[in-house]
């Protein structure tokens, strides 16, 4: 089974940034989309950011203008640019394939982000 290791995180001050990386493990069919979500302590996981295999993208509201998500296709890694971090950032991230709601693949660790204010 593909699984998903997730790096980059650490704390940060507000407006900074960080670069997240994401591996995968294995081949993903091409009709998932690969998303970057996250969870904040006491809240559900959300999809922040998704990228589909022919590279078109999609994020949420709330990080819109400020985070960029890409992916390297020959290393079976996406990244997730974030730029202008607020301490509403903070929260574990993950990444997995997915398909409308449907995950691909078990969940991974996740990476801590923490934006201090």
């Known amino acids: 089974q593909v699984q998903f290791v997730e790096s980059g995180g650490g704390l940060v001050q507000s407006g900074g940034s960080l670069r997240l990386s994401c591996a995968a493990s294995g081949s993903i069919p091409s009709i998932y989309a690969m998303g970057w979500f996250r969870q904040a302590p006491g809240k559900q996981r959300e999809l922040v950011a998704t990228i589909t295999s022919g590279g078109g993208t999609g994020y949420g509201d709330s990080v819109k203008g400020r985070f960029t998500i890409s992916r390297d296709n020959a290393k079976n890694t996406v990244y997730l640019q974030m730029n202008s971090l607020k301490p509403e950032d903070t929260a574990v991230y993950y990444c997995?394939?997915?398909?409308?709601?449907?995950?691909?693949?078990?969940w991974g660790q996740g990476t801590q982000v923490t934006v201090s204010s």
């Open positions: 997995n394939a997915h398909y409308g709601s449907v995950s691909f693949a078990s």
